[in-house]
């Protein structure tokens, strides 16, 4: 039992770890670490500004070269169409209830007709950001790719520069810290148009920033593999007692955990690009990761077969 609590103990540490590395991974997009090498020889052209420039807020950011810092209101739009949800009855109607924090991941779909609401709301089409902006800091977001309706307390938006770059950089801690200060010392309970417009956004030239929505997507879906795995592996874990005794008692065997490498081998290639974004006084804490998680996926394998070597007498 000790090493069944050890295992999880190890194991425990997973989804924090995920949270944590996907949150590198947006800073590192969002600030020209993701794609520093892949710019290397490359004639990129600078982001062409459609609009006059507003003031924004500082950021202490150096940039990339050809990169710009820009308001939001100069790569954005807040396309605010309030309309009658009584002819709507058949579309999504979006809350920020039906988001999860800080996934951009939405949770539930729910037609207008389930809902029965009495007041306007906004309509959006597929492609636009459907941003809460009721407590920000709890960043509640998703990219729809449907048409639809929001309440009057979220924002649908369009995009001038890549949308799914734009989309990347809400969900990331750099926007987050904006947006729930919005120049304030306070934390804010909601934020406005003109709080939204004055956010800086950092904006590569146009290739870049696809590029780096790429990366994005194939380092989270690599994220998302592990949780599958974990996920797995918990419920041995969790069940492992349970299935010892039960077999001890029939006088049978315990059959052996699979457990292969894959989780590790993800997490080494995590530890890598946290590696580039953290000084080297942080090695110590890169090696507990790999530790702990070897530790978790070892231990279980060990368990396993373990037991499926002793036999408990009658």
Request: hydrophobic fraction near 40%.
């Amino acid at each position: 039992m000790a090493k069944h609590a050890a295992i999880q103990q190890a194991m425990e540490r997973i989804p924090q770890l995920l949270k944590d590395f996907r949150q590198q991974v947006l800073t590192q997009a969002v600030t020209g670490k993701l794609t520093e090498e892949w710019r290397v020889g490359k004639e990129l052209e600078e982001w062409e500004e459609t609009k006059e420039r507003k003031k924004h807020r500082e950021w202490d950011l150096n940039l990339p070269l050809k990169w710009k810092l820009l308001p939001f209101y100069s790569v954005a739009n807040i396309d605010a169409n309030l309309v009658d949800p009584n002819k709507y009855l058949d579309f999504v109607l979006v809350a920020p209830n039906n988001i999860e924090k800080a996934t951009g991941q939405l949770l539930e779909k729910v037609l207008t007709r389930e809902i029965k609401p009495k007041s306007d709301k906004h309509f959006f089409k597929a492609g636009s950001i459907v941003y809460s902006k009721i407590r920000p800091y709890l960043s509640k977001l998703i990219l729809a790719d449907f048409d639809g309706l929001c309440s009057a307390d979220m924002y649908p938006i369009s995009a001038e520069i890549d949308i799914h770059y734009l989309f990347q950089y809400m969900k990331s801690d750099e926007f987050l810290n904006f947006a729930t200060t919005a120049g304030e010392r306070s934390v804010l309970p909601k934020i406005n148009q003109k709080g939204l417009n004055q956010i800086p956004v950092p904006v590569p030239p146009l290739e870049e920033q696809q590029e780096i929505f790429r990366r994005v997507e194939s380092l989270f879906e690599k994220a998302t593999a592990i949780e599958q795995r974990y996920e797995q592996l918990k419920s041995q874990i969790d069940t492992l007692p349970q299935a010892i005794l039960h077999k001890a008692f029939k006088g049978e065997l315990v059959p052996q955990l699979d457990s292969d490498g894959s989780a590790v081998e993800l997490l080494e290639e995590i530890e890598e690009m946290k590696a580039k974004s953290k000084p080297k006084s942080k090695s110590k804490n890169k090696r507990s990761v790999r530790a702990a998680v070897e530790n978790g996926l070892g231990m279980v394998a060990e368990s396993g077969e373990a037991y499926n070597t002793t036999r408990i007498k009658k």
